[in-house]
C-alpha cells in the first residue's frame, strides 16, 4: 500500500516536472499601469475571422518595441483585468479574483475608501506578510525576486506597503501610493514639490537630472538583473511601470510626434508616456540580448486596467475605441487590457524553451485574465499552488504553445461594490459571448455626473454580435438576463463576496430580475 502511494505521487512528481522547463527560465512581468487594449501600434482586436484589425488608435500610438514582442511571441485579444489598480496587482501576485482577495477597490493609502455603502469587510489593508504571493513562492524555487517601480499593494503604515514584506528581495520605488508625484528628474519625481506625499523613493541618485522616470527605473532594472545574472541565478523581474498613470507629463523625448495630431495636449502627453514605456521595453530586451540570457527570459507584457487616455467620456465609445468606456468603467474598455507572452529570443534549440515554444506573432482568441499568470509562472518554474490556497486563475501553458485548451474558463467576473469612481457599485459577468451588468445602485451618483440606465440595474450585451455595448438587451432578453444574472449570484458565492451595505445595514446583493 505505501510503496504504490509512493508511486503514484511519484508519478504526479514526474508528470508536474515535464510540464517544467529543463531549467528554470528568467520571468519578467512587465506590467504597464492604466493602459488598456487600445494604447498601442500594436493591433490586439481582430475581426470576425480571429484575424489582427487596426484602429485609428492604433495608429496614434507608437509602440515599436510591443511590435517586436509581438512578432516573436503570442498575444490575447480578449484579456481581461479588473477595472483599476490594486484589485488586479494581488490578483497578479496572488492567483485569485478580486471579489475573493477582497480588495476590490484602489487602496487609498491614507484612508479606507471603501464607499459610503463599500462592505466593511473589504480588504483596504491589502497583501500582508503572512500572504501566500507569487514572488515569495518564486524565491523558495531559488529565484531572485525583483520588485521595481509602482506597488501599491497596502496602505501606508501597514505591511503591503513595502514590496519586501510580500517577497520581494529587492525593491526599488514601490510604495503605497500608486500615481507617482511626478516623472520628472528636475522635480525629484515629487521630493520637495505639492505633491511630496506621492514622491517616488529610492532614485535620489537622479534627482535634478533630466532623467525621465520612466527611463530611471529601466537602468535601476537592468542593475537589478545584473546583480542576479551575476549570482547565476534565475530571477522573477516584476517591473511594474509608474506610466502611463496620470500626472500626464509629457516626456519631452518623444513630444514633437504628436504636437500636429489634432489631439488635446494631455493625449498628446499620455502618448508620450506610453512611447517611453514601450522605449523602455525595447531597452530590456537589448539588455537581456547582451547579457546572452535572452533565450532563457520569458516576458509576460500587460495593462493593469483599462486604458485611462484622456479621450472623451468614461462610457462612451472614446478613450479605448472602438470599445466602450474607460478604467474604471464597467465597459469592456475599462477592462480590457494587452497581454503579450514572448521569449526575449525565441529558439527552437534552447532546452529552457522545451515543451514551452510560444508561436511568433499569433493572436489568441481565448479568453483569459490577469489571474493566470499565477499559476503559469509557477508552472514554469516547476511548482504549483500550494493546496490549501484557493485559485481561480488557470495556467496559460496550452494555449500560449499554441494549443487548443477547452479547459480553460470563458467567464470573467469582476466586483466593484464602491464608490465614487467612473461607475459605481457594479458587478460584471461575462460567459462567452454574453455579458451581464448589475448596477446596485443604478441612480448614484458617479465622478462623471448622473448615470440612469435605462434598464435600471441591468445591461445586457452580446459580445459576438454586438462588441462594442451599443445595444443593451435586458428587456428584449429576459430570459437570458435570467440566466446570466443567476450565472453571477452563483459566481459571487463561490468567490465569497462581499457586497454593498445600505443605511441600515442590509446587504445588497444582486437581485434576479
Ligand atoms: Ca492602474
Known amino acids: 500500500m505505501r510503496i504504490s502511494l509512493s508511486g503514484s505521487l511519484l508519478l504526479g512528481l514526474l508528470v ?75 490578483s497578479i501576485l496572488t492567483g485569485q479574483n478580486a471579489a475573493r482577495h477582497r480588495t476590490t477597490n484602489w487602496i487609498n493609502p491614507k484612508q ?27 524565491a523558495s524555487l531559488g529565484y531572485t525576486t525583483i520588485h521595481v517601480g509602482k506597488g501599491h499593494f497596502g496602505p501606508e503604515q501597514h505591511e503591503g506597503a513595502e514590496p519586501l514584506n510580500l517577497g520581494f528581495q529587492t525593491n526599488v520605488a514601490g510604495a503605497a501610493f500608486g500615481a507617482p508625484g511626478s516623472y520628472y528628474g528636475k522635480q525629484n519625481y515629487g521630493h520637495g514639490t505639492q505633491r511630496a ?22 537602468i535601476e532594472a537592468k542593475k ?13 523581474l516584476y517591473f511594474a511601470h509608474y506610466a502611463v498613470h496620470a500626472p500626464f507629463d509629457s516626456d519631452p523625448r518623444f513630444a ?38 535572452a533565450e532563457d527570459t520569458l516576458i509576460f507584457f500587460l495593462g493593469d486596467n483599462g486604458s485611462d487616455a484622456p479621450l472623451g467620456h468614461q462610457h462612451a465609445v472614446a478613450c479605448a475605441a472602438p470599445l466602450r468606456g474607460k478604467k474604471g468603467a464597467h465597459y469592456e474598455g475599462g477592462m480590457r487590457v494587452p ?27 481565448h479568453m483569459a485574465s490577469v489571474m493566470d499568470l499565477f499559476p503559469t509562472i509557477l508552472e514554469l518554474a516547476g511548482s504549483q499552488a500550494p493546496v490549501d490556497h484557493p485559485l481561480d486563475g488557470h495556467s496559460l501553458h496550452r494555449l500560449l504553445t499554441g494549443e487548443q485548451d477547452e479547459r480553460h474558463p470563458k467567464t470573467f467576473l469582476m466586483h466593484y461594490p464602491h464608490a465614487p469612481h467612473r461607475s459605481n457599485y457594479f458587478t460584471v459577468y461575462r460567459d462567452g459571448d454574453w455579458k451581464v451588468v448589475y448596477h446596485t445602485l443604478p441612480q448614484e451618483p458617479t465622478s462623471g455626473g448622473h448615470i440612469q440606465f435605462e434598464d435600471g440595474n441591468y445591461e445586457l450585451f452580446n459580445l459576438a454580435e454586438d462588441p462594442f455595448e451599443s445595444t443593451n438587451l435586458a428587456s428584449q432578453q429576459p430570459a437570458r438576463l435570467r440566466q446570466m444574472m443567476q450565472a453571477m ?17 442590509n446587504e445588497l446583493r444582486p437581485q434576479l430580475p
Open 256 to 293: 514633437d510626434a504628436y504636437r500636429d495630431s489634432g489631439k488635446p495636449a494631455n493625449a498628446q502627453a499620455f502618448a508620450t508616456l506610453i512611447e517611453g514605456m514601450d522605449k523602455s521595453l525595447g531597452d530590456m530586451l537589448d539588455h537581456f540580448e547582451q547579457l546572452g540570457i
Open 112 to 138: 479606507d475608501n471603501g464607499g459610503k455603502y463599500g462592505p466593511p469587510e473589504w480588504n483596504w489593508a491589502g497583501l500582508n506578510q503572512q500572504d501566500v504571493t507569487l514572488p515569495r513562492l518564486l
Open 339 to 365: 497581454f503579450i507572452a514572448a521569449w526575449a529570443a525565441p529558439s527552437e534549440t534552447s532546452v529552457v524553451q522545451q515543451g514551452w515554444k510560444i508561436p511568433n506573432g499569433r493572436i489568441e482568441t
Open 197 to 218: 506625499h506621492h514622491a517616488v523613493p529610492h532614485l535620489e541618485a537622479y534627482h535634478g537630472s533630466d532623467t525621465f522616470l520612466t527611463e530611471a527605473l529601466t
Open 16 to 90: 508536474l516536472l515535464s510540464q517544467a522547463p529543463a531549467k528554470q527560465p528568467n520571468i519578467v512581468v512587465f506590467l504597464v499601469d492604466d493602459m488598456g487594449v487600445m494604447d498601442t501600434s500594436v493591433p490586439l482586436l481582430t475581426d470576425d475571422n480571429g484575424q489582427a484589425q487596426r484602429y485609428p488608435l492604433n495608429d496614434y500610438y507608437q509602440t515599436p518595441s510591443m511590435e517586436r514582442l509581438a512578432a516573436q511571441g503570442t498575444r490575447f485579444n480578449q484579456f481581461y483585468a479588473m477595472s483599476v489598480c490594486s484589485p488586479t496587482r494581488i
Open 224 to 236: 537589478c538583473v545584473d546583480n542576479a545574472v551575476q549570482k547565476e541565478q534565475p530571477f522573477f
Open 489 to 505: 449570484i452563483t459566481a459571487l458565492g463561490d468567490h465569497q463576496a462581499v457586497y454593498p451595505i445600505d443605511a441600515d445595514g
